[in-house]
């Protein structure tokens, strides 16, 4: 059965993908008046995912606020915006009101009324119905219920400009969206049978939104050319900053640096910000995920580090479309991927899971290097599979997001020290002191100089993308293990630059000295097995390494105690080698490794095997990207 409903008007229309009808208060000026059509029983099936569209092509709408009049309760995400998108949960009549401002700053209501019956199953399932920037990066999923094996999946676009479909990965579809001038609403369509003859149909709708892209703008560059950026909003709309944060920091229309007199960095406001003090400073996407950020504040940065560390950023930007996380010293602001905090299927489906651009840089190579964080011989945090539609808890995902935030603020640290926070001045940029002074980093190399070259020729083709040599094709696992375990990397992608060789010392320290988990880094074969040739537990607790963490950590966290937080890190071990990368960390199957085998085998979930999703230094007017 095909869900579909589209309500055309002249001026405001909703679109659902589900069937219904709806009534609405008749604006005073007829070209707001609206006609409905839609499928003729006007129903929709329970269990499926339908999606509610607000259509105004040519009305500058604002203030948007989506609002369940009755029926059975639905807790629906993303109430500000355009689309919503949610699960039927059972039998009945469904009522939602939504209410905007036009162009004129008038106040317009409209009410859409469906109902849901439970006639047929539900064997295929696309999600979610949402807006989307035009330009931007998009991924639609479908999940499949069939009673028996799935034998045929197929993408169609029904309707709107054409976008070109990757669907390699048959129940996950993956595009940039085509250029709109108005609101333009895409149709796709998917079909699925299975080998019992079942065979089941469902749509989904994406409302592109014309988003003009300043040919100036700083995000024009890199891995942001020619895409656009999604909208986000201060989650904290009464901040004095929120403003200036949505210019400053990310946005497709900013075309100048901002200095720190108009947005200063946390630390030379206060050097041991509060919670609110930092909440002021996010940006977001949808508001679940600035709530689950503050979650993570209260629940699970007790130490305080990941506060503190904070003082060196301006902004933490929070949004469905970041890939992979980053720092930006142009901005000074950290750039964090949604999937790091949401806590239901329901915020997760908000995501998008367009593979990391890096994700086949080591195409041609006859090694791999996996690696993971373990506690206890066992994962050390649990991401369900995409398709069990299972929630996540803080405690599931505290050793993920914080891991990341090390990361991430090692960077932030690196070029913005807390020694030099007092000293910051209003026509300061975000990069003046680490132009004038050079980063941290820069002294960490110098120091304690990694002298692998092999490896660091290697981290060009493996992290950047440079073209492997024959020499470097014709590498063997046992080759690449003699070049990296002898060097003082704790992992392969300290390579990458000697900023993400600080970063990762960083991240590994800390993630060992706070949470008691260790580092996994493993040399080996390919598919399907990926053999062991070498791997190493708990490297950032080698004698010769501790002293490069303790410089890192000493800069960016001088109120750890550096003494006590080196004598509880726990001595390296070597794993197995000659089995396979899954088998070789010592435990029981367990749920996590379970999860993990199913990521591993179907090789989607990138960041969990390779090199993980690490910042990047994209752009800084002084430096190379």
Known sequence: MKKSLFISGLLVAMVACGGGSGDGETPPTSEY????????????????????????????ISEIQWQQISGPNIDFLGANRKVIGFDIPQIGTYDFRVTFKDSDGGSRTTDYTFSATDNEPVYINARLDHEANSQSKMSLVAYDNFPGTITDVQWTQVSGPNATIDATDELIIYFTAP?????QLLEFEVTASDDQGNQDTDSIYILLEQESINSESLFTDGRFADISLADVYAYNKSSIYADDLEYCIYSNSTTEYCNLGRLPFLGTVNASPSIDQVMDRVLVSHDWMGARFRDFLEQVDVSGDIRSLLGSTRAIVISYDIKPSFFWSGTGAIYLDGKYFWATPEERDTLNITPDFRSDFDKDLQIRDPWRIVKDNDYAYYNPELSSREPRTL???AAYTSRVLY???AHSSDFFPPRVWSSAQDSDYP?????LNNPDSTALASNYRLTSQEMYELGEVMFHGATATQTQMDYTPAQVSDFFFPDNATNTYNFSTIREDYAMLAEEYMMSYRFGVQYDQGITGLAPDYIVSTAERGRVGHSRIIPRAEFVIQRILPNVDIVAASASLSAPITLTSGVSWLDSIVSPTSAKQMASKQRLARFTDFEEFRHGEHGLVIRHPNFSK
């Open 407 to 409: 990361h991430e603020l």
């Open 395 to 397: 405690v599931d995902s």
């Open 33 to 60: 008046m609206f006609e409905i059509t839609g499928p003729a029983d006007n129903t929709a099936r329970v269990g499926e995912s339908i999606g509610l569209v607000l259509i105004a092509p040519e009305s500058d």
């Open 179 to 183: 250029t709109v001038t108005t609101d």
């Open 431 to 435: 990069w003046t002191y680490s132009t």
